[in-house]
């Protein structure tokens, strides 16, 4: 294995993993965080829009 390949699996480790294991647990489901997600895009470029930024 590469060494950029176990740099990223150790990365990986560190900085998603508890990130995915606290989602498990909330039972939050990938779709509820892509809604979350557009949601919020769509009312960040509403505000940007009117100049209420």
Do not use: H, Y
Not at 18 to 36: F, R, Y
Not at 43 to 52: C, H, I, L, M, S
Request: hydrophobic residues 50%.
């Amino acid at each position: 294995m590469s060494k950029m390949a176990q740099l990223r699996k150790r990365a990986e480790k560190v900085c998603t993993d508890p990130v995915v294991n606290l989602l498990e647990k909330t039972g939050i489901t990938p779709n509820t965080l892509t809604w979350i997600g557009f949601i919020i895009a769509v009312v960040t470029a509403v505000f940007a829009a009117f100049g209420n930024m």
